[in-house]
């Protein structure tokens, strides 16, 4: 089955290009278009696409405030920004809003297609330009919170098992579902099971801000 992806950015040439360049990546399927916010919110919610693709800078609203109202009307979809801001206050408040990942639109479109396939398989993408300013956020906001909790801490607070502990180290550090499977000695889809866990319960909705959360207090 097609992954179907949408597209929501509020030039018209762009959207068209980018359709044009995921058709001929096979297994991706643009099932629809949005020009602006009330659009995306209308079309998001009729049509329930895997991924949609958002531009974080359209006029009258920023794609990150749209988050939350999209989420709620979607939560099985996966929001990627693609985005030509390269601020990373612009990357932090997309990741702590819930997007699955920051791509900049000078991504080559097989890298593109490749991203789409790790988000919906749960992974974090976010462009290797941006994951020193990422590392710079954390370190940023680590250092202006108060002292590091302790995992003991965190078990108590979140109620994650041994297990669900060692994944979030995983999932700090970055590693895909495959990766920690073949660290922890377990199967991939016993690994997507245990993020799952872990997203509900620490109340969040992707892996992207459970790394997010982990790093701003010290965990992992």
């Not at 040439?13 to 044009?20: D, E, N, P």
């Amino acid at each position: 089955m097609n992954i179907r992806v949408m597209v929501v950015d509020d030039h018209s040439l762009f959207r068209r290009g980018l359709t044009a360049l995921l058709a001929h990546e096979p297994g991706l399927e643009v099932v629809g278009e949005a020009a602006d916010g009330s659009e995306a919110l209308r079309r998001v919610k009729d049509l329930q696409p895997a991924v949609v693709l958002l531009d974080n800078h359209m006029p009258g609203v920023r794609g990150v405030d749209l988050l939350p109202g999209l989420l709620e009307i979607a939560p099985d979809t996966q929001f990627i920004m693609l985005t030509v801001s390269e601020d990373e206050e612009d990357l932090a408040a997309a990741l702590r809003a819930g997007a699955a990942g920051y791509l900049l639109k000078t991504i080559d479109g097989q890298d593109l297609a490749a991203a789409i396939r790790r988000a919906v398989g749960g992974e974090s993408v976010v462009s290797a330009e941006m994951t020193h300013k990422l590392v710079r956020v954390f370190k940023a906001s680590s250092a202006a919170a108060p002292p590091a909790a302790p995992v003991s801490a965190l078990v108590e607070e979140s109620l994650l098992s041994p297990r669900e502990q060692e994944l979030l180290r995983e999932i700090v550090r970055g590693a895909s579902n495959k990766e920690i499977a073949r660290t922890l000695g377990i199967a991939e889809t016993t690994v997507k099971i245990h993020v799952q866990h872990i997203l509900r319960k620490l109340n969040l909705s992707s892996r992207v801000q459970v790394a997010v959360w982990a790093s701003e207090r010290g965990l992992g």
